[in-house]
């Protein structure tokens, strides 16, 4: 691997060596070079983010310190040192400092020797990153063929049903038992219903996408009146808001629509928690930084959270609930977080729900200007 070639041995080399590397800065996964003894002599901005250290700090001591057992990365890194690999691969424990403090962090690490020099570059990557970004290609991709598959069902069905209904009005135009018009009237009634249904499917494919700033607080507090009307006694709706989330553009009715139909199931199964009066839905909003979403790697994106304190999505349809036509209620669409879904991806942002009994949390990521 070849990497710009910096003055050793001088008193610059570190100066020198940093801005040699700081074309790392700009990826998405954590990047260090280090000596065979484990100095670090440069760390990238991704590096300094998930550790919660600044570089300086990070480069006072030495890298296997941030390791759970590091003695087979040592081993590891010697070994690509001397040439023995020119790579090689290996799962490992990361510490983290700082304000985000906590368990260790799961990382698949990749070390490589660099040509004509004794340190090597160790790139670190979150197995849960890659399992998220993995499952995100998955949503992405099943999302895509589900709407081709409802797009193309919806026509299919739209004519003949034309038929039947118009078939039906004249029948029931030239019988005069009042029994026949009975079932006429059934038979009108249900091909109105499938064609709702079929026009409800069909919907987010018929708008135009309305692009204009949106400001989410607006959006969460206009969802936040519509559910309270619904169900103004035994429900609270609270907010916890970072209002320093700027604008951005995208479109403000697609946005309340997805926030509401998340909101408006969460409410739907707390019923018997709101006649108890004890039943919480939460608003949260929040920046995260270094997102990456479909590939693409950005600053800032907005983190909002929809929670509810109900008896959790059922564990049979949980990897399922944003297939059409797929419902844990009696009586539902199943179509409501499918639209959702399709809404939050026209934004080319994600959705994603994490539930247990008791408490239930919808996750919608959109990058951010």
Not at 38 to 48: L, P, W
Not at 86 to 91: A, K, M, N, P, V
Not at 107 to 132: A, P, Y
Request: with cysteine; hydrophobic share 40%; aromatic share 4%.
């Amino acid at each position: 691997m070849k990497f710009p070639s910096v003055l050793k041995g001088s008193k610059g080399r570190d100066a020198a060596e940093s801005q040699a590397y700081e074309a790392f800065d700009h990826l998405a996964t954590m990047v260090a070079i280090i000596s065979r003894e484990g100095r670090c002599v440069f760390a990238n901005a991704s590096f300094e983010n998930v550790l919660g250290l600044s570089r300086r700090s990070v480069q006072r001591g030495s890298m296997f310190d941030w390791f759970v057992e590091p003695d087979r990365l040592r081993d590891t890194v010697n070994a690509v040192s001397r040439n023995e690999f020119s790579t090689s691969r290996l799962e490992a424990l990361l510490r983290r400092a700082g304000p985000i403090h906590g368990e260790p962090l799961p990382v698949h690490v990749i070390v490589n020797r660099m040509e004509n020099s004794e340190d090597v570059v160790m790139e670190l990557v979150e197995i849960e990153q890659q399992t998220r970004q993995d499952r995100e290609e998955r949503a992405l991709d099943q999302a895509q063929v589900t709407k081709e598959l409802i797009r193309n069902l919806a026509h299919e069905i739209k004519n003949p049903l034309g038929g039947i209904r118009g078939a039906a009005q004249l029948l029931e135009m030239e019988v005069e038992s009042r029994a026949l018009h009975e079932y006429t009237q059934v038979i009108i009634n249900e091909a109105d219903r499938l064609q709702a249904l079929v026009d409800r499917l069909l919907a987010p494919h018929r708008k135009p996408h309305v692009v204009s700033d949106v400001n989410i607080h607006e959006v969460c507090e206009r969802v936040r009146a519509l559910i309270l009307a619904e169900f103004p006694r035994g429900l609270l709706v609270d907010r916890d808001y970072d209002i320093s989330i700027p604008d951005f553009r995208g479109d403000r009715e697609q946005l309340i629509q997805a926030v509401l139909n998340i909101a408006h199931n969460a409410a739907q199964a707390l019923t018997e928690r709101i006649a108890v009066g004890d039943a919480v839905i939460k608003l949260r909003t929040r920046i995260a930084r270094q997102v990456t979403l479909g590939k693409h790697r950005y600053r800032l994106a907005l983190d909002l959270h929809i929670e509810d304190n109900g008896p959790g999505v059922p564990e049979s349809i949980r990897d399922r609930i944003f297939y059409p036509l797929v419902s844990g209620r009696d009586g539902g669409s199943g179509l409501g977080l499918t639209l959702a879904q399709t809404f939050v991806q026209q934004h080319h942002g994600t959705i994603e729900c994490d539930s247990e009994p008791g408490k239930t949390n919808f996750m919608i990521v959109i990058p951010l200007p």
